[in-house]
């Protein structure tokens, strides 16, 4: 095997090619658009089972890279199948009144909320009119003046009874605000302080003793007063409650009559007028205030008070059509359960039930609500209190503060709404393999999972399908007809994408903001369509954006600042390939490898592993690389040699194998003081039969090397070696396919590390005899003797020794 049998590719091999004359139209103006989402019916169809199955678990996570149009998926599909369900019920919280704390739900057919909530308002106002007209009637004032009346005398014998009995014991009796009064009578009248202190002794302890006497009889008047005042009081409220009952009956009948097919809200309306008539004082009239002045305490507790006849209204069905479809974009604990706020101005600041408000769980009720998987994980507690709900079917509002028990001053627990929702996640792989990993509730919750294709495969049929796709963005984003010319170049960068010859990128962003970018130049030429030009000026203004970096690193190999040969030969080194990833911009660079070799024992020392800057996959690597070796070239004797490898300038992580070809080409220079030729550089990772494998970013490596060869002049020489297995990647950029076919760069795939071997030294490898010896010349035959003379060496020295 020579050089010469390793035949470099040629231009056609390079991209994936497709011109405007193998489609089937001149311009996106005669495609029609395209319905369905392209490639993704396997994921359409899990979304399809998972929205349809209702029972306990059979949640959906839809998961797949950004960009890849699944939320416009979801979200025309849960809009469609919206529609064809039944509107949910409307729910809202009333007072309970048995317990004050706990707010009572009432479900109400979808649309009658807002009349109920509205209902509630006109009634409480019409039964203040009618219980304030019933207490001004003459009738009810004419019962309680009679009331009064019999009150007023009955306290007035009573107290006659006992002044008569005072006055026959010369005691004069009055009755104030502060209590009873009892003063001495002499010669018929009531005597003055000043007088009493001019009596004598003797006749001052004789009225004392009187007084004393009779006051021991008096301690049954007070408690008979409070008697008689109780049996007035209870007389007023039997009065009052009767009145107010006749008064109310009506109005109370009437609203339960309109709400007589829902027990639960008549049941209410029995509660709220016997709560009425236990508090007809909060519906009497109070004076009101001059405008502008702020208003009296008893009008803020009478309002206050009246609050709990409100209707907080917490869901409305009625307003749409269908399910609802919610999409949280912030689920955060409040926005995802719902809160009670405060009222700082307030008497009571925790009780007041109007003041709840419903979270997302609550407004999708009956619907479906769609989650970003990231975000929720991302806010305290919301995951918890999600899986919570799902569990219970129940949505249960309450603040964050009563879950984590750091604040008791909340008094208000609503009842908690039954739940029937579906929930639909949307996240990538990596969520949701570690959600099934470490959280055993995940699995039990989301049974159904929609992967989103990040490709699909080309030919002529979905060629054609992805060219009425592009036709149909353009228009969703009013943007110009293109010409197929620029179609054509789309599915060639759609192509690229995918990093795939025989695939197309299913990244609908990518492709979406490429397209808004063409419109831009298509203005700026005057042109009537977008053309196969301004694709290009789009593709190469990204780059050009973004390429900044990539210029600094590609500026210091120009200044010498990091050495990178492109031509010559040397010892011991090569140039590797690697890609940086710079946002989400990647470009390919060349990194100078090196190998050296003394006498040891067979280890193989990785530089970067033993700083800490290499991945475990590049270990991986370079430990196959003594393997290879081993079973190779030296069955019979032990490795005899010891060999460090670095990656020459380089301060960050190494990680892949994609080095491990250009690591073993380089570890055999060193061992045989061969030179490599340094016009070339190499890329692929090797397995321990010495076969290369694919390895990832083929397009940017190539493309940064010939940056740099291309800077410095190309004189045919220089080229990469990448491997077989990866030519189907390959959609390199015009320039570089337009220098490859004027043979300025060349490509040449292997299969082999021998062959990466032969192009690199330009000797030929030397096929394996029967007896298993190589040629002695060939560079298989100068391993062996090398390896050979290193075992004897080593055995030499330690006889020395």
């Not at 302890?205 to 409070?226: G, H, N, R, T, V």
């Not at 409100?310 to 609802?324: C, D, S, T």
């Not at 408000?357 to 507690?381: E, F, R, T």
Request: charged share 25%; proline share 3%.
């Amino acid at each position: 095997m020579t050089k010469e049998t390793i035949q470099a590719l040629t231009a056609c091999q390079l991209r994936p090619a497709c011109t405007a004359d193998t489609l089937p139209f001149e311009t996106s103006a005669e495609l029609a658009d395209l319905p369905e989402i392209l490639g993704q019916d396997r994921a359409f169809q899990a979304i399809e089972f998972g929205i349809n199955v209702n029972h306990r678990g059979f949640n959906l996570f839809v998961m797949g890279s950004s960009g890849l149009g699944k939320h416009g998926l979801i979200r025309k599909y849960l809009n469609k199948v919206a529609l064809t369900k039944d509107t949910p019920s409307d729910w809202c919280y009333v007072h309970n009144f048995d317990q004050d704390y706990m707010p009572k739900a009432l479900k109400l057919p979808a649309g009658q909320g807002k009349a109920f909530k509205k209902d509630m308002k006109n009634l409480v106002e019409d039964l203040g009119k009618a219980i304030n007209a019933a207490f001004e009637a003459s009738e009810y004032q004419e019962q309680i003046q009679i009331i009064e009346k019999s009150f007023q005398q009955k306290q007035a014998g009573l107290l006659d009874k006992h002044a008569e009995q005072a006055r026959q014991q010369e005691i004069n009796l009055s009755h104030t605000p502060s209590g009873f009064m009892l003063t001495p009578i002499i010669n018929g009248r009531n005597i003055t302080e000043d007088e009493y202190d001019q009596l004598d002794n003797d006749i001052q302890d004789e009225i004392e003793e009187k007084i004393a006497s009779f006051q021991e009889q008096l301690e049954y008047l007070a408690p008979e007063m409070s008697r008689q005042r109780r049996e007035h009081n209870i007389k007023i409220k039997k009065l009052n409650r009767k009145v107010a009952l006749f008064a109310t009956s009506n109005l109370i009948k009437d609203a339960r009559r309109k709400y007589k097919s829902l027990p639960e809200v008549a049941n209410y309306l029995k509660g709220l007028q016997e709560d009425v008539l236990h508090h007809l004082e909060e519906f009497t009239e109070v004076e009101e205030e001059e405008p502008g002045n702020e208003p009296s305490h008893q009008q803020i507790n009478k309002n206050e008070s009246l609050q709990r006849y409100q209707v907080n209204l917490i869901v409305e069905g009625g307003k749409q059509k269908g399910a609802p479809v919610v999409y949280l974009d912030n689920p955060t604990y409040q926005n995802l359960v719902g809160r009670i706020e405060y009222e700082s101005r307030s008497n009571n600041p925790g009780n007041n039930f109007t003041l709840i408000k419903p979270g997302a769980l609550l407004q999708a009720n009956g619907g479906y609500l769609v989650l970003d998987a990231h975000k929720i994980l991302s806010a305290p507690h919301a995951w918890d209190a999600l899986k919570r709900s799902m569990y219970a079917k129940k949505a249960r509002i309450e603040n964050l503060d009563q879950v984590v028990g750091g604040d008791n001053s909340v008094t208000l627990e609503p009842e908690p709404v039954p739940l029937k929702i579906k929930i639909i996640l949307l996240g990538d792989r990596t969520t949701y393999y570690t959600l099934h990993e470490i959280d055993p509730d995940f699995p039990e919750l989301f049974k159904v999972e929609a992967d989103f294709e990040e490709e699909l495969d080309r030919d002529e049929e979905t060629t054609l399908k992805y060219a009425r796709l592009i036709a149909s963005r353009a228009r969703k984003f009013e943007l110009k007809d293109l010409h197929a010319t620029a179609i054509a170049r789309i599915i060639e960068f759609s192509s690229r994408l995918a990093n795939d010859a025989e695939k197309l990128s299913t990244r609908l962003r990518t492709i979406d903001d490429l397209l808004i970018e063409t419109q831009y130049y298509a203005v700026q030429s005057a042109s009537s369509l977008i053309n196969s030009d301004h694709v290009q000026q789009a593709i190469d203004a990204q780059i050009d954006r973004t390429c900044r970096i990539q210029g600094l690193i590609q500026s210091d190999i120009q200044r010498g600042t990091l050495m990178i040969n492109t031509d010559g030969e040397a010892v011991g080194e090569i140039n590797g390939l690697s890609v940086f990833e710079v946002g989400k911009y990647g470009f390919g660079q060349p990194s100078r490898i090196s190998a050296t070799v003394h006498l040891g024992d067979g280890k193989i020392i990785n530089i970067e592993r033993e700083v800490d800057l290499s991945g475990s996959i590049h270990d991986k690597g370079v430990l196959i690389l003594s393997a290879l070796l081993a079973s190779r070239y030296t069955r019979d004797t032990p490795l005899s040699f010891s060999a460090s490898i670095t990656f020459e300038q380089s301060y960050g992580l190494i990680d892949g194998d994609s080095a491990s070809v250009a690591e073993l080409c380089v570890l055999i220079s060193a061992l045989i003081n061969l030179p490599v030729q340094q016009s070339l550089a190499i890329t692929g990772s090797l397995n321990q039969q010495g076969y290369v494998q694919a390895i990832g970013g083929v397009n940017e490596k190539i493309e940064g090397f010939f940056d740099i060869c291309n800077q410095r002049g190309l004189n045919g020489k220089q080229g990469c070696i990448i491997p077989a297995v990866n030519v189907k990647n390959l959609s390199l950029r015009k320039d570089v396919i337009d220098a490859i076919e004027q043979n300025k760069f060349n490509i040449y795939p292997i299969e082999h590390y021998q062959q990466a071997l032969e192009l690199l030294f330009e000797i030929p490898s030397g096929e394996k005899h029967a007896d298993g010896s190589f040629d002695k010349d060939s560079i298989n035959g100068r391993v062996v003797a090398c390896l050979h003379q290193f075992a004897k060496n080593r055995k030499d020295s330690q006889i020395i020794l």
